[in-house]
């Protein structure tokens, strides 16, 4: 006999028997409501009811696998992990989130406990940020996952009463040259994934008027079956609104779009792998986004949180109103009674549990004193949103759901929010690998312009001008530097109008290197992030993490997670940079194999004054070119080695408190008015970097590598286009080059070249080993992905 | 009239997003902007109370059917008579981007003989699709735009487009009729020109969205209403400008400065 029931209710509603119900019966529940909790949840849930003696609702179920999805609790990154040097109890508490417990630094505001990571801008102001993923609605239909991957990041920033500022893409693409027959049943074209892709989110954006500013895009074999969208969001809110102050008898009041059918169990099909079947089973999963929805919210957030008129805030994003609800009442001690016909709906019949965990695009929920209910309702009407009182907020642990005076659910908090935690082994072996032998290439400015070519380096203009970055008018270093649209290392915002206090945008990320280690491969993104960071003149930096990872149930995959994060947790915690937000996302398997292990590190900075920021152009005739940092044969997952087909073994690794010390020196040179131009070392090494600054300015420049400091002395191709980590090229002009090398010293630096003449001349010694015009240069960069001129 | 008691309406609908840096540039300037909902502009009915009308960029209601075609209806119907009565009493109307195009589809542009029942042009596809970039303006306008006789014809103008629909374009049977009325009433106001001066000739990415005979903004035949394409007022300060840190000392203001001031000027001196 089933142990499911349909209820004698008028509405679809069903209760479940789970009195000693056995394994194989708790998984045949599971299949027929379409829960993705394990054994070990389901049976925590039995024992629960058991206790409880009585039945389950469906409402209830479905609650569970919601809450406890690994895309909502992140259980793998709080779970307890047997690793070969001891148990590692929760990688969030004792990696990523105890940088700042143990750092402390009295200007985060609020960290890793609100829907974004908020750090102060000045004594009123902070500054709110998040990055998201949205992978697995991306494979499946690429237009609408990214877009509402980008409005669902906009909501987290709402969420936390800020007014959005600015944007963030990072997209991860296989090859848009892939051959069509290789590709696996139910796996979509990188080509079409990318125009999906961009278009969806340059839709949102553009169309909410939020100015995309910073970002990458990437591509790599392994990312054919599992493409990668991260997109973040950038709030400004002041500190004396951001309210949170949630008291039994507030009401709950739900605005935004229509609930409806679009987007039911996203979150179970975002914590699982990607399959064949995917497209026909998961589509209802995906959501549909309509961004001018949003625009209204935004507008009317933002004066209710002028009034202070609500007493706390989140948005309904994963888990739709089940998890919108209950972690809202569990932040504030509280439980909640929901009045589910309350909840206007866009499809005709809704069964109650597909109300309660629908994830329908644009809507937030707030809580909001009585009092104030009347004001807060206008408010949503001037703007023409709808918004609806659906329940209260009352004392006691638990929260009640009821449908046309039945109820249908009562959930206890303390149960909910303490799920089972997992235990897992880890087991991470080295590939093994060896470093390629092959001969110099005769023309190494041929090699430039293939490098400058190759797609992970080549100018991403197409993708950029498909995103507003002007809207709002506070941009002030651009994601496309000058005229010639250059690529900066990330961008300068100017969020306060009588204030030249900024902050700035900037991104890392080296999958490659995560196949050869991803220890290293963390280390550097992580200092690629802050590189690019002290580029700008940013300094003051936190950091956000966003994992993309495999089936963390497979013992490797979750090995390399581990030590990915415990790379984070060592070099942040030199570099004095905590992490503040954070999201992973777990389970990026497809036909085609896993996703590249995906660590990017998001950095936010602060200026003290955006006019004193450094673009990577170079400026002035006669001027001088330094390096800083030391330049060592790793070319272990280099755009390089790549080149030829290879991928090596010498990733490249890290001296953090070496590093630390010579940007600490960049930006006080900064600041005291010594450089006149700043571009980091990354994909392709001394030689793209050196000639993106010559063509950017438009201006020839000499440099000679014999004076490049380095470890041994590698071949001329391995020192020009090593990849590095802790370089950057700074031009000095004449008058400031002996206070610049004075305050440099101690650290290492050379002076190695003079901007003069039209063309980019690479020698050493005497002998020329490139000779390029500027315009050969740029067009090698510009023409693989089009654009401009 | 005093500069402090210039009063500038601001209307936005939902979508409208370029309205934070145009207030910026107003209240930089001296003037009082007002940002409104048009609902609560159709509610009041007190257009008339203003000296400045400025429909700010953006994607009103989503765009749908064309890009400002719903905004521009419920415009029409709403306070239409209103609109008509502030445009023929002299008073400046801007349209920038979004703007431009509820502009064209109320028909007060070009407005040959007032305010058409059809629009006379259309605002369509970009031949390069959306493109987010800065560009170089001509002012080409003879002296019939008053309210922008403070821009200079000598200098070129830099200032951002960022439109996916912003191709301006005649109907194929009148397009010489009308590109001739254009010229004899001095109706046109600014062209894509290149870094030497001339103009871009349909080239793209000089052009950036295949105009008509690189038609970037124009004015009705009195001159007080005006619509363009590009957003002066994200050129509006120096440091917005795109290769300000190129410069040793950079300047306070930009290209965009030149628009507003002259608008404010016009009123200041005319009422």
Redesign the interface.
């Known amino acids: 006999m089933s142990r499911i029931t349909k209820s004698h209710l008028p509405f679809d509603h069903h209760t479940i028997d789970l009195l000693n119900a056995t394994d194989d019966e708790l998984v045949e529940i599971a299949n027929s409501l379409g829960l993705g909790l394990n054994l070990q949840e389901l049976r925590a849930v039995r024992d629960r009811y058991m206790l409880m003696e009585r039945r389950a609702t469906d409402v209830e179920l479905q609650t569970y696998d919601q809450t406890w999805s690994e895309h909502c609790f992140h259980k793998t990154f709080k779970g307890v992990i047997e690793t070969p040097d001891g148990v590692v109890d929760g990688m969030l508490k004792s990696y990523l989130g105890r940088v700042v417990s143990e750092l402390d630094p009295p200007w985060c505001f609020s960290v890793f406990e609100d829907n974004a990571g908020i750090v102060d801008l000045d004594d009123e102001h902070a500054v709110a940020i998040k990055v998201e993923t949205h992978n697995h609605p991306s494979a499946i239909e690429p237009f609408g996952g990214a877009a509402t991957g980008l409005g669902g990041v906009i909501r987290d920033i709402l969420g936390v009463w800020a007014d959005p500022i600015a944007c963030t893409d990072v997209l991860c693409f296989g090859p848009l040259d892939y051959p069509y027959e290789k590709l696996p049943e139910g796996v979509k074209h990188p080509s079409y994934i990318f125009s999906g892709v961009v278009d969806g989110i ?1 839709s949102y954006g ?4 939020i100015p995309t500013v910073n970002g990458a895009v990437y591509f790599d074999e392994d990312y054919t079956g599992n493409v990668v969208v991260y997109a973040g969001c950038i709030g400004l809110l002041r500190k004396d609104r951001y309210i949170r102050n949630v008291k039994a008898g507030d009401l709950v009041v739900l605005t935004g779009g229509r609930t409806g059918l679009d987007g039911i169990h996203g979150v179970t099909f975002a914590s699982a792998e990607l399959t064949e079947e995917s497209e026909e089973v998961s589509r209802p999963a995906v959501q549909i986004a ?3 929805e949003e ?2 919210i935004k507008r009317a957030i933002k004066q209710i949180s002028e009034e202070r008129l609500g007493s706390g805030i989140t948005d309904l994003g994963g888990g739709g109103l089940s998890c919108a609800v209950c972690e809202l009442a569990d932040r504030y001690g509280l439980g909640a009674e929901v009045k589910l016909e309350r909840v206007p709906l866009k499809a005709v019949e809704m069964a109650p549990w597909e109300i309660w965990i629908s994830e329908s695009q644009e809507r937030m929920c707030l809580a909001v004193p009585a009092e104030n209910l009347d004001r807060v309702l206008q408010i949503f009407e ?3 949103v709808e918004a609806n009182e659906i329940g209260r907020f009352t004392g006691g642990n638990s929260v009640k759901v009821e449908f046309m005076g039945e109820r249908v659910a009562e959930l206890d908090l303390e149960f909910l929010f303490n799920p089972p935690r997992i235990q897992r082994s880890i087991s991470w072996k080295p590939p093994v690998l060896e470093e390629p032998s092959f001969p110099i290439p005769d023309d190494l400015g041929e090699t430039l312009k293939r490098l400058l070519a190759a797609p992970n380096i080549a100018s991403k203009e197409v993708v ?15 994601p496309l530097q ?2 010639n649209a250059g690529p900066s290392d990330g961008a300068v915002l ?1 969020p306060l ?1 009588h204030s030249w206090r900024g902050v700035t945008v900037a991104c890392g990320m080296n999958p490659r290197y995560g196949k050869i280690h991803p220890y290293w491969m963390a280390a550097s993104a992580l200092d690629e992030a802050i590189r690019n960071s002290v580029a700008l003149g940013g300094r003051r930096i936190a950091i956000l993490d966003n994992f993309t990872w495999g089936n963390p149930e497979y013992e490797d995959r979750l090995g390399g997670l581990v030590l990915a994060s415990k790379a984070c947790y060592d070099i942040a915690r030199v570099y004095g940079t905590p992490f503040i937000s954070g999201k992973d996302s777990l389970y990026n398997e497809s036909p085609v194999g896993p996703v590249a292990p995906t660590l990017l590190i998001t950095a936010l900075g602060i200026v003290p004054d ?2 004193k ?3 990577m ?1 170079l ?1 002035e005739k006669g001027s001088s070119l330094y390096i800083v940092g030391e330049t060592k044969r790793e070319l272990g997952g280099s755009e390089y080695y790549r080149l030829g087909g290879y991928l090596g073994a010498s990733v490249p690794r890290l001296e953090p408190e070496k590093t630390i010390e010579a940007y600490r020196r960049l930006t006080k040179a900064m600041d005291e008015g010594f450089i006149r131009a700043c571009h980091d070392l990354s994909e392709g090494g001394l030689g793209v970097a050196a000639a993106e600054m010559a063509f950017t ?1 438009g201006l020839g420049l000499e440099l000679d590598i014999s004076y490049l400091p380095t470890e041994g002395r590698p071949r001329d191709d391995l020192a020009l286009f090593s990849e590095s980590n802790g370089r950057l090229l700074v031009e000095v002009t004449d008058r400031k080059a002996s206070a610049f090398e004075k305050n440099m010293e101690g650290t290492v630096f050379a002076k190695m070249g003079e901007i003069l003449g039209d063309r980019f001349i690479v020698s050493r010694g005497g002998e020329v080993l490139i000779d390029e015009s500027l315009t050969a240069l740029i067009a090698a960069w510009k023409t693989p992905l089009g654009g ?2 | 009239m005093r500069r402090s008691d210039i009063r500038v309406l601001l209307m936005r609908a ?5 309205d ?2 145009t207030v ?1 540039a107003f209240q930089d300037l001296g003037v009082q902007p007002r940002l409104l ?1 048009s ?2 502009v159709f509610r009041e009915r007190n257009l008339l109370d203003y000296d400045i009308l400025f429909l700010p ?3 009103s ?3 749908y059917v064309r890009s400002g075609a719903i905004w521009a209806k419920e415009c029409e119907y709403r306070i239409g008579s209103e609109m008509e009565e502030f445009v023929e009493s002299g008073r400046p109307v801007i349209g920038v981007c979004n703007g431009f195009q509820v502009l064209v589809e109320t028909g007060f542009l070009p407005g040959f003989e007032g305010r058409a029942k059809v629009p006379q042009a259309a605002l369509g596809n970009s031949t390069h ?6 560009i170089r303006l001509k002012k080409v306008n003879k002296g019939a735009c008053a309210i922008l006789s403070g821009v200079p014809e000598d200098e070129i103008l830099r200032y ?1 487009v ?1 439109h ?1 629909e912003g191709r301006f374009i005649l109907p194929p049977d009148r397009r010489d009729e009308y590109l001739r009325r254009l010229y004899e009433n001095d109706q046109l106001l600014f062209r894509y020109a290149r870094e030497d001066g001339s103009f871009a000739e349909g080239n ?2 000089e052009n950036p969205n295949g105009a008509f005979h690189d038609i970037a903004g124009i004015c009705n035949p009195e001159g007080n209403v005006v619509g363009l394409m590009p ?1 002066p ?2 050129a ?2 120096g ?2 400008m ?2 300000w ?2 410069e040793e000392q ?1 300047s306070e203001y930009g290209d965009g400065r030149y628009f507003f001031e002259s608008v404010v000027r016009y009123v200041e001196r005319k009422f």
């Open positions: 340059g553009n169309s909410i008027g309509n961004p001018i625009e209204k001037d703007e023409q950029v001008r498909r995103y507003d970055h002007e809207v709002k008018g506070g941009t002030i270093v651009k000058g005229w100017k109008d955006v006019r920021t450094v673009t152009d400026k300015g401009s001129r | 939902p979508g409208t997003n370029c934070a840096e910026r909902h609902q609560r960029g953006g994607f209601y989503g765009d699709g959306y493109q987010c970039r800065w951002p960022a996916g793209w990415p957003h007022e994200r509006y300060f440091y917005l795109p290769q840190s190129r950079p």
